[in-house]
């Protein structure tokens, strides 16, 4: 009896043993499952956002901001972890010299990572952020805020509202879209969190970049009610701006969060003229009568030797005496989309006829109804008239006029909205110009500018009283006619 009950307890050893050598090796598997499943709960908590390129971006809701992804490693809950290699599975117990964690794999810093030793700029309701002007489609304005400027562009914004700003999104085919932007180096910016709301379909976008060329894009997600993502950025970033497209997105809080100690590298500006052609106008504006036509080239072709007209429009001059001598004029003598109005007073030397002074509109709008324009001249030499080289006389300046269009579809001559053309009389002084007169378009109220290139469009926007382009006026190459 006792050799059998002491065999009987030998082979209960052994079930034993074999029971636990069973039951680490499920462990080791369920340990490996474990972590996989830990790093799909960790990427859920990221979400996946469409952009130009998100190689340095990580976006998460805000809600789950604290939560960090978990790492895809092997490790179980109590630290022991898996060999796939080893033949033997009680080797993946762990040792006294072995940790019983191991760090995580990912390579993408966590929300509460980011936060860590780095400082924080907030915008809210209670922010003011003066030197803003409200126009009809949104504020222009470069304040200053905690000893940085900003930059604000079609957004309004009013201390102690219920948000902080509001962007607003293009009103006119080329328009620019609602945008905020730092001017000043932010050094090292790392994470944004923004509370925002969209409408009519918006789609925002941030922008972030070394320098004020910016460089990386990512897409804020439309949300029609109040959301909040964060945005985690990697490499080095010391300018940001956010822009609404296609409807506008109200922004009630932001908090940028930032190093403080990255190199700003010298920001050169773009130059407009770079890679850019132009013609002299023709001038049409000798013996004048009501039907002169000038022939415009609309529509060309760049080649080798120069360029060739695909299409061309006919502009007819008429007066406005000659339109209140017969009403049946006032459809064809009316302009008011831009390349018209600048095509039509270069090649006449004059403004429409539904264009009219202040002051004696009322003859203008008795005619062309909702068509009516205003006029306005001057010969300032302070202001924008700086920010591209127009031609002097000595000290003075040589007329010029501002003709205004409609950017918004809502445009009257008691609100007359941000949409002009400039014409200078007196040209600009730079190579390939002659003494012909030339006009730019601005679709902001002289916060950018584009030059009529007089081959049927404009050359690309550059900065003039604002900052939105990063982009100076430039030299553009001048064709033979």
């Known amino acids: 009896m006792k050799t059998t009950a002491k065999n009987f307890f030998y082979l209960a050893i052994a079930a034993m043993l074999l029971s636990g050598c069973d039951f680490s090796m499920t462990h080791s598997g369920n340990s490996s499952s474990n972590g996989s499943s830990s790093s799909d709960s960790g990427n859920d908590s990221i979400s996946d956002v469409s952009s130009t390129d998100t190689s340095n971006v990580t ?18 809950s109590d630290g022991s972890s898996s060999d796939p290699t080893s033949s033997d599975p009680i080797s993946s117990e762990p040792t006294s010299s072995e940790p019983t964690t ?28 003066s030197g803003s002007t409200s126009y009809a489609s949104g504020n222009f ?44 180096a932010i050094k090292g910016i790392r994470k944004m969190s923004i509370t925002y709301q969209c409408a009519n379909n918006a789609v925002g976008s941030i922008s972030v970049g070394k320098d004020a060329f910016l460089g990386t894009d990512v897409s804020m997600p439309f949300s029609s009610s109040s959301v909040t993502k964060e945005f985690i950025f990697s490499g080095t970033n010391n300018y940001f701006s956010i822009s609404a497209d296609k409807g506008d997105i109200t922004i009630y809080s932001l908090t940028i969060y930032y190093t403080d100690d990255a190199n700003v590298p010298t920001n050169v500006l773009k ?60 459809s064809a003598a009316a302009y008011t989309d831009p390349i018209d109005v600048a095509n039509y007073f270069l090649a006449f030397h004059t403004y429409p006829a539904n264009y009219g002074v202040s002051g004696k509109i009322s003859s203008v709008s008795s005619i062309f109804g909702d068509k009516t324009r205003q006029v306005s001249s001057y010969s ?13 006389n000595g000290s003075s300046i040589s007329t010029y006029y501002e003709c205004d269009i409609d950017v918004t579809g809502t445009y009257s001559t008691s609100s007359r909205g941000v949409g002009r053309v400039v014409v200078f009389t007196g040209g600009l002084d730079a190579t390939g110009y002659d003494s012909s007169y030339c006009a730019v378009f601005t679709d902001d109220h002289y916060f950018s500018f584009q030059e009529c290139n007089n081959l049927g469009g404009w050359n690309p926007r550059f900065d003039a009283e604002g900052y939105i382009t990063n982009t100076e006026w430039g030299n553009a190459t001048t064709l033979s006619a």
């Not at 794999?105 to 309701?125: R, Y």
């Open 271 to 330: 130059n407009s003229g770079t890679g850019q052609y132009r013609i002299n106008p023709k001038d049409y504006s000798n013996g004048l009568k009501a039907g002169t036509e000038a022939k415009i080239p609309m529509d060309v072709t760049f080649t080798s030797s120069g360029y060739s007209v695909n299409a061309y429009k006919t502009y007819k001059y008429y007066s406005l005496s000659d339109v209140q001598a017969d009403a049946s004029l006032a």
């Open 380 to 392: 300032r030499t302070s202001g924008y008239v700086n920010y591209l080289p127009t031609k002097r």
């Open 141 to 184: 304005a470069t304040p200053s805020y905690m000893g940085t400027e900003y930059s604000i562009y079609r957004a309004y914004h009013k201390k102690n509202s219920d948000y902080f700003l509001k962007l607003i999104a293009p009103t006119y085919s080329s328009s620019s879209p609602g945008d905020f932007m730092n001017m000043d």
């Open 59 to 76: 976006t998460s809701n805000d809600s789950a901001s604290s939560d960090s992804p978990s790492s895809s490693d092997s490790n179980s």
């Open 102 to 129: 191991s760090e995580p794999t990912s390579s993408e810093p966590t929300s509460s990572e980011v936060e860590s030793n780095l400082s924080s700029l907030s915008f809210t309701s209670s922010v003011s952020l």
